[in-house]
C-alpha cells in the first residue's frame, strides 16, 4: 500500500486501482515461494521482536526497548525492516503491535536525536520518521495498536497509524500529541491522522493545547476504539484482528486506499516529502 500510496502521484487514482490489481487473492503482493519462505522466520533484533502465526496470518510485534520505547533512528530502521518483511510475506495478513515494557507503550520521539545533532543526522532521523508512518499508515495488513501504557506524541502518531487501538483501562495511562507542550509543533500530517481520527474540532483543541488524554478521556473522544484490563489488551487484539481479516483484504485495502486519498495532504508526494524533512531539518537544528 505504501507504494501504491506514493505511485498514486505518478499515476492518478485509476493507476492505484490498477496497482491493487495486481495483488494476490488476499490483496498481498505476490513473491517467489522461496523468498515467501526465507522471510516466515520469527525475528529477534534488540529492539523489537516479532512472531508470525503462520495458522493465523497474525504477526505480533512487541517494542522492546528500555526504558521508554523511544524512536531513535536505530529503533526506526529495525521497525521499518520489520514491517517491509512481513509486508512481503504472503502468509501474514495482519499485524499487532505492542510493548514489553510495563507502563509505557512508547514515549515518541528519542529527544535525543533532536538535540545538538548536524543537518544532515537530523534529516537522516527525520526520513526514518516518515518512512515509518508511510509504511504503518499505508500497509497491506490489518494493523491493530495493542496499547499496554502511555503514547504520546511520537507514540501517539504510531498508534493513530494502525486501523484500530486497543488500550489498557488504566487512568495513569496517557496518550496524545502534546508537541505544544513542549514547545514545539506537530507537522501536518500528524495533524490529517488525528483529524481522520477523532474529528476537526477535537483535533484542533487537542493540538493547540497539547493535550495528553487519559486512557478513559482518549476513549470518550474516539482516539482510542476500546479498552480492556491489562491482562486481556492481547487477547482481545488477536479476536478484534480475526474480525478484521474475515473481510477480504482486496476489499479492506481498496477502502482504505480511498479514504486515504481525499482524507490526508500529500506527505507520499515527494516534493511534499522534501518540504516536510527541510522545514524539521531546520527547526530541530535551532532548538
Ligand atoms: C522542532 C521541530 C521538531 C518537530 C518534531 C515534532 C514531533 C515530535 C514528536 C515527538 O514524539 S517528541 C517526543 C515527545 N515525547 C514526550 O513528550 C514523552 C516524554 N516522556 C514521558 O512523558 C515519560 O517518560 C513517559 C513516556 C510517560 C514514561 O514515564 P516514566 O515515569 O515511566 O519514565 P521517566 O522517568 O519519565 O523516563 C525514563 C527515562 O526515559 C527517558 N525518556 C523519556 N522520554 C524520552 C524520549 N521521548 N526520548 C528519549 N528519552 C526519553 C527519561 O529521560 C528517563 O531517562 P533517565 O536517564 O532514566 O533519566
Known amino acids: ?85 512481513l509486508e512481503m ?46 509504511k504503518l499508515y499505508g500497509s497491506n495488513m490489518a494493523t ?28 495513569r495511562y496517557s496518550i496524545g500529541l502534546n508537541e505544544t507542550q513542549l514547545g514545539i509543533v506537530a507537522p501536518f500530517w500528524f495533524k490529517d491522522t488525528l483529524v481522520n481520527t477523532v474529528g476537526n474540532r477535537a483535533a484542533e483543541l487537542s493540538l493547540e493545547l497539547g493535550l495528553l488524554y487519559s486512557a478513559p478521556d482518549a476513549l470518550k473522544i474516539g482516539l482510542v476504539d476500546q479498552l480492556v484490563p491489562e491482562d486481556q489488551v492481547l487477547s482481545t487484539a488477536q479476536d478484534t484482528m480475526s474480525k478484521w481479516l474475515a473481510i477480504p483484504d482486496h476489499a479492506r485495502q481498496i477502502d482504505q486506499c480511498v479514504y486515504i486519498i481525499y482524507n490526508t495532504s500529500p506527505l507520499p508526494l515527494d516534493h511534499a516529502r522534501q518540504m516536510d524533512q527541510c522545514v524539521i531539518s531546520v527547526c530541530i537544528y535551532y532548538i
Request: aromatic content about 6%.
Open 89 to 134: 510475506d504472503r502468509s501474514c495478513r495482519g499485524l499487532i503491535i505492542t510493548s514489553t515494557l510495563s507502563k509505557v507503550f512508547s514515549a515518541g520521539l528519542d529527544i535525543m536525536e533532536m538535540y545538538g545533532k548536524s543537518p544532515e543526522r537530523c534529516g537522516e532521523f527525520w526520513k526514518a520518521v516518515q518512512e515509518m508512518w508511510l
Open 144 to 171: 491493530i495498536a495493542a496499547i499496554n501504557g502511555s503514547s504520546p506524541a511520537g507514540g501517539c502518531l504510531m498508534s493513530i497509524g494502525c486501523d484500530y487501538r486497543i488500550m489498557v483501562d488504566n487512568p
Open 1 to 85: 500500500m505504501a507504494n501504491v500510496l506514493r505511485n498514486s502521484a505518478k499515476f492518478g487514482f485509476s493507476g492505484v486501482l490498477s496497482q491493487l490489481s495486481i495483488h494476490s487473492r488476499h490483496g498481498r503482493e505476490c513473491v517467489s515461494p522461496c523468498f515467501s519462505l526465507q522471510q516466515r522466520n520469527n525475528s529477534t533484533s534488540p529492539k523489537i521482536k516479532v512472531d508470525l502465526d503462520s495458522s493465523t496470518g497474525v504477526a505480533v510485534l512487541r517494542m522492546q526497548s528500555p526504558p521508554v520505547n523511544s524512536l531513535s533512528l536505530d529503533f526506526l530502521t529495525e521497525f521499518c525492516i520489520n514491517l517491509e518483511k
